[in-house]
């Protein structure tokens, strides 16, 4: 049987969460966590029902793939359904993953009285499940640097320390269960890559096609990550990057002769690697990649040679980006 839900009025759902006024922290956290969580869904909906068992299994995944893929993200509208329903107080989560993170979050913002933003609309162009499975780590790994880099701002709230936390793991478990799938290492890094919500959000823009209620998040120009049709995302054995980007877009007027750079986050966000860029044209640009970044690594263009850490970037030297380089 693939899902199993159980739902009992005792401590087997979660009591309602504390009435406390949110600080303007804790709600812009949340609304991203929603956000993001919103997106993720959304994938793993499609990967559940636009793929059958045996286009997982022909694929190359093991039997049983595409049901744990169900778990991990089904449920929507029972989910959207138990958010609304209160009986004496308690509030009725789902628990399937997405679904349940998805639950827990608005449950939260619900219960103290502020809006629960729905989602967005999506396209994710992917038409096989090779495709969904690289796909959904990309975007796993922006939620996991979300979580990462929103937990310092909830210092002052421990229960939403312990929800974002307890999210977090799972979210890791989840990656861990993909990058297997398609025989990556399922622990490539030492440690995982926290991001800002700046640049969480803007990764998060390639996949969005129209929103009924924005986050007021400043939307960077794009960078695009440059790969030829038969080849594959960034891997351990890549040595270049090329990179595409549109000056138009650019919020400053950058001298055509000044010289340009990709800013690498990947573990350590107080040091970014700095490498300089190739240009090719006025829109283009190659980098050698540097050999010892591994897992998830999120890159953007700037002038800046060095010298920033990755909130620096993200409030005022980040020129283009960021993009995500999965080193699978």
């Known amino acids: 049987m693939l899902f199993h839900i159980v739902l009992l ?125 690289e796909l959904a780590s990309f975007i796993t790994n922006v939620g996991i640097g979300a979580y990462l880099g929103g937990s310092g701002l909830l210092t002052d709230n421990a229960i939403l320390e312990e929800v974002a936390a307890s999210i977090l793991t799972v979210e890791a478990r989840h990656d861990t269960y993909l990058r297997t799938g398609i025989a990556a290492s399922p622990f490539p890094s030492a440690f995982d890559t926290g991001l800002t919500a700046t640049w969480a959000f803007n990764l998060a823009q390639m996949f969005v096609v129209s929103c009924p209620t924005q986050l007021p998040i400043v939307k960077l120009p794009t960078l695009n990550l440059l790969v030829a049709s038969n080849q594959q995302l960034p891997g351990p054995t890549t040595t270049v990057g090329a990179f595409g980007w549109d000056p138009s877009q650019f919020f400053v007027a950058v001298d055509s002769a000044a010289p340009l750079y990709i800013a690498i986050v990947n573990q350590n966000i107080s040091a970014p690697i700095f490498v300089p860029l190739n240009m090719t044209s006025s829109t283009t640009g190659t980098a050698t990649l540097p050999q010892n970044i591994t897992g998830a690594a999120f890159a953007c263009l700037t002038t800046f040679a060095g010298g920033l850490d990755l909130a620096a970037l993200s409030s005022y030297g980040t020129l283009a980006g960021p993009v995500e380089l999965l080193l699978l």
């Open 9 to 133: 009025a005792t401590a087997a759902f979660a009591a309602p969460f504390q009435k406390r006024a949110l600080s303007s922290n804790d709600q812009s956290v949340l609304d991203l966590a929603l956000y993001l969580e919103h997106l993720e869904f959304a994938l793993y909906y499609g990967g559940c029902n636009n793929f059958t068992d045996s286009a997982y299994t022909t694929a190359g995944f093991p039997n049983g793939f595409r049901e744990n893929i169900c778990v991990i993200g089904m449920l929507l509208v029972l989910s959207h359904w138990l958010v609304r329903f209160q009986l004496n107080g308690w509030a009725l989560l789902a628990a399937q993953h997405e679904a349940a993170h998805i639950a827990a979050i608005s449950s939260i913002l619900a219960a103290n009285g502020a809006t629960v933003n729905p989602p967005c609309t999506y396209n994710f162009q992917n038409t096989s499940p090779k495709d969904f499975v």
